[in-house]
């Protein structure tokens, strides 16, 4: 499949983006000020396009909102290991981002502490200047406005660079401070900052990335390195991409759906709820109803994976079979409206495939269903005409090894 890896990177530092709820862009910010503090040091440029991605990756162990407040509210915060450690691990199973791994895993670890380690040097400067941008971003915080940068940094930003030396020694390799201090009195440096020039800065590096063509183990090592991010969001959605990929595989080759398609298919189950990384940790988690209020929020997921997935795979079904897995026949459900004359195999599968791996997991308002609670639901859908009885007949045929995908292993 041919894919821009700098898409898919972005695409990644967005969803990231989404846990921050109002803090957002900080993945990008961290890479533009690595990438300059780096260009002030005079590294070759794969150093600089290493720093860059290495910034907007950073934080992909991130995926709970109150994990990113307690990182973004204090410049030192003791758990912080504990998302360089998930990071490192999404990273090392994701063969085409394993490089960025070591970096993910030390990018909390004060200088003091990592000069003495056994690491490659590079290891060890690149860490810390992800560090280094990323502490930086907490400092600016306060007097950033999220829709523009105004002059509120330029007033601040002499303060800030006292405290950043403050740490030189200890937090951060000296060389690396003394390369902040100087971009840092450059006020292109900071007004770059602003969203729309981000975004600008962003688009022109796509320019300078080439395209790949990656092949489906690698997309779908991506896909599996996302799902795992989305997955983690809350202790209820434990595995859930993971294992409706599993169902909706398997039920798919059941349904005869077409070969040449299975590894994008696939690709689009274990995406298909990357929107909900927008949803607030509470909302997943409440134990009772939902208010009309939560629901609203919770509906806009699928609309959101759409958008993301659009970006990635533009010219493949895959952001359309993901978004619609919430879509019923009747033509009731979300986001489109769909109605079963515009509702493909491949969607009708993934929507069984999503039910009955929600059914068999835990939810905060009900316990998990076994087998054959699953499978009288899953009828009862059918029957109501919510899900493409064909196929619920089918998933019922092989309800115990659905079910087996669903839960186990
Ligand atoms: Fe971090
Ligand atoms: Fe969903
Ligand atoms: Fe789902």
Redesign the pocket.
Known sequence: MKIDPHRVICALTSVLDFVGIDEVQHGKRVAWMAESIARELDWPDEELGFAFYAGML??C??SRASEHRK?TDALLWSG?DD??LR?ENYLLECAPLRRFAPV?RW??TPWSVLASQELPERVKRHANL??LA?RIDVLQAPHLNTRQVDDAILMARDGLVETVREYAGHLFSPALVDAFASVARRESFWLAMDPFYLLEYLENYRLASPVSDLGSAEVLALARLFARVVDAKSPFTHEHSVRVAKVARRLFELADGDADQIDNFEVAALLHDIGKLRVPDEILDKPGPLDRAERAMISRHSYDTFRILNRVFPDSPIPSWAAAHHENLLGTGYPFHRGAGEIDVATRVLSVADVLQALSQDRPYRGRLGSHDVGMRLEAMGDEGKLDDEIVHLALLNLEELYHLATVG
């Open positions: 950073h934080d162990g991130v990182l912080a998302h360089c990071g993910v990018h909390h992800i560090f990323d």
